[in-house]
């Protein structure tokens, strides 16, 4: 009876889990603390659902700043990049957040963007 107990105490516990790390996938946003990220991305075990929602709001944030950037005349970068170059800026993203833990996710990805364009010596319009 006792082990059956402990099966029930487990299982909800698991069910908590996983309603949890839903939840904080779903919270991913222009407002989340570079704390939260570190969370998420650091030590095993991951989060499968947790990272990717970190990847992709980053991946996402890369392309709306890279298409605003194209609309100014600026060039872009990443339709020039392949999606391995492309994933390393998410992990570039990661390391700032944890060397930014008050920054909010979309600071660190801008700064990012900033420091890949700065790199690239991409910061004037193209010329005519």
Known sequence: MANRGCMFVGLMF???????????????????????????????????????????????????????????????ILSRMSDHGRSHIVFAVAQRCREHPEETLLASTNAVYDGLKEQLRIDQPEAE
């Open 14 to 76: 698991a069910a908590s889990a996983a309603a949890l790390g839903t939840a904080m996938a779903e919270m991913i946003g222009d407002h989340t603390r570079c704390i939260t990220v570190s969370a998420i991305m650091g030590p095993p075990p991951f989060s499968k659902r947790e990272v990717q929602a970190v990847a992709n709001y980053v991946e996402n944030e890369l392309w709306l700043i890279d298409q605003t950037h194209a609309a100014n005349g600026v060039p872009a």
